[in-house]
């Protein structure tokens, strides 16, 4: 039996931590003091461990466990700790919690592993508050360079690199060395879709990612008084936005992909002033990248014959666009079956996560998703039965146990 | 010639306060760092003078002229200090400005009144930070209570008692005392629009305002993953507000009315999340009562079917409705005629003022408007020309030099 906290203990520790008593939801951005607090939670869990730990440049938390006789690439685990803005408690934190609590139980198995284990949290993996998503792993990777992260301000102006340092993390923003030393990379989360509760099963395999982008869509008008001002000398951007908000849903209806508008600017922003600018962010994601390509050129090409229509100016930027991802198909595979249990079903998701950037990076990964009854995500309705997220540490330590005894070409 | 400070003195002892420099738009709401500067510059004007000065207990600046042999109703002139949001620099300050230097001006001549001369600046004339236009005028006359006055709110949560608080106004929300003292009000403000571009004169009268209301729309839905959730499963609030922003245009162009939405607010807001809550201000003006209900109850009809196909939540409160005004037809009929000069064209507007209130409540009530070369308002664009202002300065001078020697029954 292990002295540390169990899975259900850990996941009481973290639950009041930026969690709204309006809302239920967590505000978790990154370097805020909730998302401080569980960075702080990390920590304490590694040290009562006696792991080593380490945090990189670009705030990543790094806990190795390096027992005698454990050498050469290491296994990597874990997950996130930052939320959306009033998001759910599982996505992210369940593959940390459930990686301490698979790591004790392999400590307590008496497990001699052949290779290191390290867990992992990434920051800003939602991209809640720097407007890039899964920015910890886009820098290790290399994906995104020091110099563009260095730019990047939250809504309030506060660059990236003042909001690191004034949290204590000192800033080297770039590639990150300890990258070098992984060997395979698994990551266990909370499903957001309801594919697992068709298949009736607890847990399941990644087989890749949708490819998906975030787009920026400034529409710019004519400041006017709401009272006085010509229905027909108007040049109103929110014009232009609200058909443009309807016609990406009905594409995304049309062709079976998504497509969102979530977040919307608006400048002035007063209830008797015609806009002089509406920003709004399309999160887009498709099957493959043709379809994606098609939704976004599609949509792009109706916001620009209306802003014609309407006299407004439309800018377009891509803030950050992910080509398909596909996990290790043959990792993926021989993970999916182990002798005294049904195979686990293989899914595929159209969220983002690390998993896809150190995939595409070329580190051998897979994902564990969790079953969510609802499917309910990035909300505070998000929810996972605890007797499923122990059936996923259980699916874990079966995973760790496999890669951290097999021979080193990774294959377990 | 006066000792005091000309128009033009005034004008740019005003025009850098609150002006945002990447802009060039004014940032006056009340009780803000700029509208408290405002607000001590009136007094300054006002003491620098001799006045007796008075702020009620709403927030309204008051500046006596009572010299010997002035009793009887009082004449009132004067606007507001305070901005939309990134607004211009006339709406408001270009009443208060003339008004005193039309005082000035009549002192110079030796106008001995027959009744007292009274300078005010109403506050929270654009509801653009408490959300209730016309507000020191609504509470003077008992329009607004003051009890339904103290549970209001800015968008941080500041309540207004506590905001005035914190000004060094003592709040007494509630019926002004000094209103009983008035026989008479005019009201100096730039056109927004141009009616008097067409007509091709520098100054015209108000004939009255129509009727208009701010309706606040609380579309609600399901927060969830915008990349995870299918596009049939999603109950979007974003849609059901967008199909109703591009509704209430094409009914306002259709009928010939007014009908924006200029100010948006989303929950969470964030890129990656179909949004939980979706609310939006509707700005609504008509020609008469008639067409402005017809106009906000076929909106709601449609936002409100549109709402049940996308199972979205719809709840539509009004936050404030003014009927059609109509200023004293007498009042304005004489002061638009005058020996010497042609006749002041007499037009309508579709914006709100204190005027508007204090008419309504039995004060007789006449507008004066200055030239607007784009018609713009409500915009860092706003601009009347300094000859055009020095034209209302004598306009001014000539409404309040034949009312405040005419007999007490008040026909100039």
């Not at 292990?2 to 996941?11: G, I, V």
């Not at 997950?79 to 759910?88: C, R, T």
């Not at 014009?239 to 995304?252: D, E, F, G, R, V």
């Not at 600017?265 to 709004?280: D, F, L, M």
Request: aromatic share 6%.
């Amino acid at each position: 039996m292990s002295a540390h906290p169990t899975f259900e203990q850990m996941w009481a520790e973290l639950a009041p931590i930026g969690r709204s008593a309006t809302t239920g939801g967590y505000f978790r951005q990154p370097y805020t003091a909730a998302e401080l607090e569980c960075r702080a939670w990390f920590t304490e869990q590694a040290v009562r461990r006696g792991l080593r730990t380490e945090v990189d440049g670009n705030g990543t938390l790094l806990a190795w466990w390096q027992p005698e006789g454990a050498a050469g690439p290491a296994v990597l685990t874990g997950s996130h700790l930052d939320s959306v803005v009033d998001g759910g408690a599982y996505d992210g934190p369940l593959g940390v919690v459930s990686a301490f609590a698979a790591l004790d139980r392999l400590v307590a198995d008496g497990l001699a592993p052949a290779r290191p284990l390290v867990v992992a949290a990434f920051p800003e993996e939602e991209g809640s508050r720097f407007g890039v998503a899964c920015l910890g792993s886009r820098l290790a990777t290399g994906v995104l360079s020091g110099d563009d992260a260095a730019r990047l301000q939250d809504a309030d102006g506060t660059s990236l690199l003042d909001a690191m340092a004034s949290a204590g993390v000192a800033p080297d923003l770039g590639p990150a060395a300890w990258l070098s030393e992984i060997g395979v990379y698994v990551e266990l989360h909370i499903e957001q879709g309801r594919d697992l509760v068709h298949r009736d099963a607890a847990v399941g395999l990644g087989s890749g990612i949708w490819p998906h982008g975030r787009y920026r869509f400034d529409f710019t008008g004519e400041a006017n008084h709401a009272g006085t001002t010509h229905m027909e000398d108007r040049r109103d951007p929110m014009l232009t936005y609200a058909m443009t908000a309807l016609a990406a849903n009905k594409q995304a209806r049309l062709s079976g992909n998504r497509a969102t508008f979530g977040r919307v600017a608006v400048e002035p922003n007063g209830t008797n002033a015609v806009p002089s600018r509406v920003s709004a962010w399309l999160d887009a994601r498709a099957e493959d990248e043709t379809a994606l390509s098609t939704l976004v050129t599609g949509l792009s090409r109706q916001a620009t014959e209306r802003a014609e229509r309407d006299r407004t100016g439309l800018q377009i930027t891509a803030e950050s666009v992910s080509g398909a991802v596909a996990f290790d198909e043959g990792l993926t595979s021989r993970l999916a079956t182990h002798e005294g249990r049904e195979p686990w079903p293989v899914i595929p998701t159209a969220a983002g996560h690390d998993a896809g950037i150190l995939s595409t990076a070329g580190i051998p990964t897979a994902m564990l998703f969790v079953r969510n009854p609802t499917g309910i995500s990035h909300s505070p309705a998000e929810h996972a039965s605890t007797q499923d997220c122990l059936a996923g540490v259980d699916a874990l330590i079966e995973v760790l146990e496999r890669l951290l005894t097999a021979p080193a070409d990774g294959s377990p």
